[in-house]
């Protein structure tokens, strides 16, 4: 296993449209993670699955944004009628079970432009 | 309201001399604190850790201090080395109510200067 995968790694797309994209973390882990990080910011979090529940949602995750795992394994966020302000680098990560600290792995992120 | 603050954007530093990136928090509940790494087109990189409970630790050439009193950490980096050249994000959680949410800072571009 080579670590935590996204997919794309870049996305242009127009205002208004939507866009989905993909995370498949380290395989034993069954905790995965979405951030969004902007141009000179820190990562900020959107929402945290344990296996294939949805357990943390942070009031950023607008209702145009929807996050799933629905076999507990790889997960998808979609977001809905783009907005300009949603450019941003998109990052996963994954930790896996029955580990106190929150060290995670990161995956390489996808990079989001709305144009 | 920022409730991880590192306030240096910014911090040169020649090779084989000390480097130390702080972070001060506000919010009293955090009781578990990282430092990451990234480098430009990849994901942050989890660097080292400290538990509330403790005022310091160590790896290798990293050690973190934990001045909970202060609500103050850094990062010493010793001997820096040109490839130590990242952006650093220290970031906190509260692992003690369940939550594995972090909250990032907004990052230090250590440059060292060969």
């Known amino acids: 296993d080579t670590g935590v995968s996204q997919d794309p790694r870049h996305k242009i797309t127009k205002r208004g449209q939507n866009v989905t994209f993909r995370c498949d973390p380290i395989s034993e882990h069954n905790r995965l993670y979405w951030y969004r990080q902007t141009l000179g910011q820190g990562p900020e979090f959107l929402t945290y699955?344990?296996?294939?529940?949805?357990?943390?949602k942070s009031r950023l995750l607008s209702d145009r944004f929807s996050a799933e795992r629905p076999k507990g394994s790889f997960s998808t966020l979609e977001i809905q009628r783009t907005e300009q302000g949603d450019s941003a680098m998109y990052l996963c990560?994954?930790?896996?079970?029955?580990?106190?600290?929150?060290?995670?792995?990161f995956g390489s992120g996808t990079r989001l432009t709305v144009v | 309201d920022q409730q991880v603050k590192q306030n240096s954007p910014s911090l040169s530093v020649q090779e084989g001399r000390i480097s130390i990136l702080n972070c001060d928090y506000t919010n009293s509940m955090f009781d578990y604190f990282l430092w990451y790494k990234k480098y430009p087109a990849e994901g942050p990189t989890f660097l080292i850790s400290i538990s509330s409970i403790k005022d310091k630790n160590e790896d290798g050439r990293f050690t973190v201090f934990l001045n909970k009193s202060a609500k103050h950490l850094s990062l010493h980096i010793v001997p820096s080395q040109p490839g130590d050249s990242a952006v650093y994000f220290c970031?906190?959680?509260?692992?003690?109510?369940?939550?594995?949410?972090?909250?990032f800072g907004k990052g230090t571009k250590l440059s060292v200067i060969p």
């Open positions: 699955f344990q296996n294939e529940a949805q357990l943390e």
């Open positions: 970031a906190a959680s509260y692992i003690g109510a369940g939550s594995y949410q972090l909250t």
């Open positions: 990560a994954s930790s896996p079970p029955r580990v106190p600290s929150p060290s995670y792995t």
